[in-house]
């Protein structure tokens, strides 16, 4: 009889360890099939993490279009990647379940995504802290390798650089190199007296051919230094064509552009819910450092010049439409684009008038063989624009 409980008990003790491994076993097979099922994003929403693939020089990593079940123990045979990956390689990650790892890589034409072994990758840095919390959609270009780095770019990037109190995008672009690909663009501020001396100029060409105005409507200089006005030009220049020639460009914001009167980001006024945008311009400089006209409009003209104002609207003063409200020139693997924030008068090939929700829309425009086209397109998220039922113009 004892025998027999004590046979009985150490029945009932393997039956239990038994069970517990089954549901510790069934409980890591769900948190798999969790993970792998989970959407990853690499917009740059949450903070980006980029590891590199190591092993033997020109080795390959293979690139699994679904989670490689197969591969899970590594003893059975793993199935062909449909792509592969280099040594070196650098990867954004967008999740990690088991032993194989789901990435992004940004090639030179394609972008690919998919599962690799974990074990081959290793920790560079992470990009953003999380504060963008996705500002930014791709509504045009995906696929495009530089169509997805930007994205990311601008949703890791801390707008509170350029204005802490507001962080908005549109009030400017900051330099941020943290994502693959990116030059950091060297800007050289224009001191106080530099702009007073070429604000006249700005504004004069401008806001041509206004009768009313004088020659030369010189900034005060108190007014450039309470912030009435940005510039800057680039160190080294830019080919802002393209064409292995560079260009003496100031970045002008503010007063000689903009009819708005505040700093960009703050509220119109107390009855208005939408801020204040300057309008920001590159100007291409001669030697003499006069204003290029010709070419200035030439290279960062819209497409369209006679169909880019919206209907029934008073006929324009400017020497030229810009390809958009707010212009900054973006290098990305050696090539020049342009980041343009468009408005109600239209995008850059004039369509879409009187559409006021794309104040909220930016195209990343690349000019080539004396042409610009545009390559892809993003939408601000949020309802920060001019309402058309305020009657106000820009």
């Not at 650098?90 to 990690?96: D, I, L, P, Q, T």
């Not at 030179?108 to 072994?117: E, L």
């Not at 009187?354 to 993003?378: D, F, H, I, P």
């Not at 920060?384 to 106000?392: C, I, N, Q, R, S």
Request: charged share 20%; with cysteine; aromatic share 10%.
């Amino acid at each position: 009889m004892v025998m027999t409980m004590k046979r009985q008990t150490w029945v009932s003790a393997a039956s239990l360890a038994a069970g517990l491994l089954l549901a510790t076993s069934q409980a890591q097979a769900a948190n798999l099939a969790a993970c792998i099922n989970q959407v990853a994003h690499f917009d740059g929403s949450t903070p980006v993490e980029f590891d590199r693939v190591i092993g033997s020089p020109g080795a390959r990593l293979n690139v699994h279009a679904m989670y490689p079940k197969s591969c899970v123990n590594r003893v059975q045979t793993c199935a062909e990647g449909y792509s592969h990956l280099l040594t070196g390689d650098e990867v954004a990650v967008g999740k990690r379940c088991g032993e194989w790892t789901y990435v992004q890589y940004i090639g030179t034409r394609v972008v690919t995504k998919g599962w690799v072994d974990g074990s081959r990758l290793r920790f560079v840095r992470e990009a953003g802290t999380g504060s963008a919390k996705s500002l930014f959609t791709l509504t045009r270009g995906r696929g495009i390798p530089v169509c997805e780095a930007y994205l990311q770019r601008l949703n890791v990037t801390d707008y509170r650089q350029n204005l802490p109190s507001a962080a908005v995008p549109y009030c400017g672009v900051p330099e941020n190199d943290e994502i693959p690909g990116f030059t950091l663009l060297h800007r050289v501020p224009l001191s106080s007296q530099q702009i007073v001396n070429l604000s006249g100029r700005v504004y004069t060409w401008w806001e041509r051919p206004n009768p009313h105005l004088t020659a030369d409507w010189t900034l005060p200089l108190d007014q450039v230094t309470s912030g009435g006005v940005f510039a800057w030009t680039y160190d080294p220049p830019l080919d802002v064509n393209n064409d292995g020639k560079h260009e003496n460009i100031i970045a002008w914001r503010g007063y000689g552009l903009s009819g708005a009167v505040g700093r960009c980001g703050e509220p119109i006024n107390q009855n208005y819910t939408w801020s204040v945008r300057w309008q920001q311009l590159l100007l291409i400089m001669s030697d003499d450092q006069q204003i290029d006209e010709s070419r200035t409009a030439t290279v960062f003209g819209r497409a369209s010049v006679s169909g880019s104002r919206r209907k029934n609207a008073a006929p324009a003063r400017h020497p030229f439409y810009p390809v958009g409200i707010s212009i900054t020139p973006v290098v990305y693997k050696g090539t020049t684009y342009l980041s343009a924030f468009f408005d109600d008068n239209g995008d850059y090939e004039g369509r879409r008038q009187g559409n006021w929700k794309l104040w909220n829309v930016m195209g990343l425009l690349k000019r080539s063989g004396g042409a610009t086209q545009e390559v892809c397109e993003y939408r601000l998220r949020g309802d920060d624009y001019p309402k058309a039922h305020t009657g106000l113009e820009r």
